[in-house]
Structures are given as C-alpha cells and as structure tokens.
C-alpha cells in the first residue's frame, strides 16, 4: 500500500483505503480498526499523496515531511500526537525548520504526526516519490485547486492543501470540427 491509496477524509478522524464506489456512495475502510463505512459520494476526501505543506519558500508533498520526520527518528516512532502545543512545535520545527509557522497550525502538525505513527504501526514506511512520476507534470504555475483541511480549523488559510491534478485548462474538453 503507498499514500496513493490511503484517504484522509473530511470530518472522520483517522486514515481510509478505498474500497469501491457505488451509486451516490463510496466503501473505505478504517486502516485504525479494519472497519467499513459506506460515505455519500458528496464526501470530500484526499489521498495523502496529494496533500501538501507549507513552508516558508515553497509548498512540500506530505511525503516529504513524513520522511523527514522518518530520519529524524531512525525509522522510529514520533511523539504522541495528545503531547502538549509547545512539544509538538518544537518536534515538528527539529523535523521540518522550514515549515510556515504562521499558517501550519498546532491541529496539523497533530494530525501529520497522528498520520507518521499510524502510518508506520501498519509498516507503510516508503515515503520516497513514486518512480514512474515526471517532475514537470502538473506544474501550472497555479495555486492548488482544492484544499485538504480536515478538523474544522479556523484559520484564514489551510495549512495544507491538495496539489492540482494537471489539468491547467490549457486545452478544451472536446472540440468543434471545423466546417
């Protein structure tokens, strides 16, 4: 299993794999307890290989953060999620020093290190980008299309958002045929 296929959805706490899709529902199951929910097809959710965090320069994938945090610890565990504000800021500044400590709040470095440990407790430990990716796919130059907050954070800004899926606009859907 990869972050490609694990969902982080809005307004369920914890992490999904997808199942399969019905009418106007989706089937995932809860990777905590092994359990499955049927979700309306309205649910907004996001893999985790989209999500993305900022930092001051630039915007960086989740997978290079949980990687970060990977070295950091040796492979190991990372601090409890429940561990005071103050603890959390420092561990993930020690982690990550270039994360934007103005719009990464306390609520996302949670559930980033929630995500590490339960990521890690199931042996889902390759956080490298996938081989087969291209680098200049993607790259509009454009804000991202849609964003992955998940706790009701209020905040101006999320701290994390989900990256374009390339599609720039650029050409039509379909086309007329010339006459």
Request: overall charge negative; some cysteine.
């Amino acid at each position: 299993m990869t972050l490609k296929d694990i969902l982080v959805v809005s307004g369920h706490g914890g992490l999904f794999k997808y199942i399969s899709q019905g009418r106007n529902s989706i089937v995932v199951e809860n990777l905590s307890d092994n359990k499955r929910t049927t979700l309306p097809g309205s649910s907004k959710f996001n893999m985790l290989e989209e999500i993305v965090v900022y930092t001051e320069e630039k915007e960086i994938p989740l997978r290079e953060v949980l990687a970060k945090i990977q070295a950091k610890e040796s492979g190991g565990a990372a601090i409890q999620y429940k561990a005071p504000d103050a603890d959390l800021k420092k561990y993930f500044a020690e982690a990550v020093p270039e994360y934007d400590r103005v719009r990464v709040y306390v609520s996302d470095i949670r559930k980033i290190v929630k995500w590490y440990n339960l990521l890690l407790e199931l042996g889902i430990t390759d956080f490298e980008a996938p081989k087969e990716e291209n680098e200049n796919d993607g790259d509009c130059g454009s804000e991202p299309a849609m964003t992955a907050q998940e706790d009701g954070d209020c905040g101006s800004e999320p701290a994390m958002t989900a990256q374009d899926d390339g599609d720039c606009g650029s050409e039509p859907a379909v086309t007329a045929p010339e006459e």
